[in-house]
């Protein structure tokens, strides 16, 4: 809801921030990778309420992929009202898929409004294995978009199996993915840096062609830096 400035009593706009999660429910997600996601999520959706302060609205897009994508609701929801459904895991790792269709919604047709009222979205991945479908192919396509290449990306690599290396394709940049070898790592991280890249993309800053603003960007890698921990990458059974 907009605020009212005190000097002249008139309501400022508010901008609107779209975080974006994107959840890999393949049937290898199965079990405590996928009830800790759930888990977390549920917790953080009230704590995403505060980003920004009341000139920032804040809408969250929750898409899940497996053998196809789908999206937990039909368009961003206001966190204020969101309410988060366990996500059930089953299929393959249709992650080129899920590019295309982030490629379709990030748009002014799709889930985003006009850049003047809107910061650069925020995306969050998390996989657990290795794509299964024409991932190059999708991610040329996705690059080309400008919403992409301005976003806030970073990518949560579960497990002993994720692809590092296909998830820095998506994000950009190596130090962006996070790798999470158990339990307690992954509920952590997870929480921690989607609080702190939204705080981050709730900030305002000037937009090159080149992509997201340099100073967001060293700051989420500095986020992460002072985040990770060695006991992150003990390996849990079964991850």
């Not at 206001?78 to 748009?107: H, I, N, R, Y």
């Not at 929480?191 to 992509?211: A, H, K, M, P, V």
Request: hydrophobic content about 40%; some cysteine.
């Amino acid at each position: 809801m907009p605020c009212a400035d005190v000097l002249d009593n008139e309501p400022i706009a508010s901008r609107g921030l779209t975080v974006f999660v994107v959840v890999d429910v393949s049937r290898s997600m199965r079990g405590n990778k996928i009830r800790t996601v759930n888990r977390v999520m549920r917790q953080i959706v009230p704590e995403l309420r505060d980003i920004g302060g009341c000139n920032v609205r804040v809408d969250l897009a929750v898409m899940s992929f497996s053998d196809g994508c789908h999206w937990m609701h039909p368009s961003p929801v206001p966190v204020e009202s969101f309410s988060w459904a366990d996500l059930e895991p089953g299929g393959w790792t249709s992650l080129g898929a899920a590019c295309l269709e982030l490629d379709a919604k990030m748009s002014r047709n799709g889930f985003l409004g006009a850049p003047s009222l809107s910061f650069a979205p925020v995306v969050i991945l998390l996989s657990d294995g290795a794509p299964t479908d024409r991932f190059e192919e999708a991610m040329y396509t996705l690059n080309r978009n400008r919403w992409f290449r301005h976003s806030i990306r970073v990518a949560f690599a579960i497990g002993a199996k994720a692809k590092v290396e296909k998830l820095s394709i998506f994000t950009g940049d190596p130090e962006t993915v996070i790798k999470t070898n158990n339990m307690g790592s992954l509920s952590r991280l997870l929480r921690l840096i989607t609080i702190r890249s939204s705080e981050i993309g709730s900030r305002s800053s000037s937009l090159s062609d080149d992509g997201c603003d340099g100073s967001k960007r060293e700051d989420l890698i500095r986020a992460i830096r002072a985040a990770v921990d060695p006991s992150d990458l003990v390996l849990d059974e079964g991850w």
